[in-house]
């Protein structure tokens, strides 16, 4: 069975980083893109970033890139999400994705087979 596991998420202030990893384990992953998705109470799940697993490309939305940096440990089979400069608006739960033989940009959560069971980032400001 396949399983995505997310850990870091907590509490910081504006202005903040935090970085979220993500543990994929019971099946092979070499041909999945990996990506981040958040939602915040009463909003649509969002696209934030995504990377191939090979890390051949990545691809961000608009509202964070520059901020935050989509990276895997193809040994440790993870993808992390590193958020700087946080902001109170991307205050949400964060959930890992995989997207079996995905290509670029999978940046629409139709295109995700397995999901994570979500990470709280509460940003203060």
């Known amino acids: 069975q396949v399983q995505l596991v997310e850990s870091g998420g907590g509490l910081v202030q504006a202005g903040g980083s935090l970085r979220l990893s993500c543990v994929a384990s019971g099946g092979t992953f070499s041909s999945y893109a990996m990506g981040w998705f958040r939602q915040a109470p009463g909003k649509e799940r969002e696209f934030v970033a995504v990377?191939?697993?090979?890390?051949?490309?990545?691809y961000y939305a608009d509202s964070v890139k520059g901020r935050f940096t989509i990276s895997r440990d193809n040994a440790k089979n993870t993808v992390y999400l590193q958020m700087n400069s946080l902001k109170s608006e991307d205050t949400a739960v964060y959930y890992c994705?995989?997207?079996?033989?995905?290509?670029?940009?999978?940046?629409?959560?139709?295109?995700?087979?397995?999901w994570g069971q979500g990470t709280q980032v509460t940003v203060s400001s």
């Open positions: 994705a995989a997207a079996r033989g995905s290509s670029y940009p999978a940046s629409k959560s139709n295109e995700y087979d397995y």
């Open positions: 990377i191939s697993w090979s890390g051949i490309w990545t």
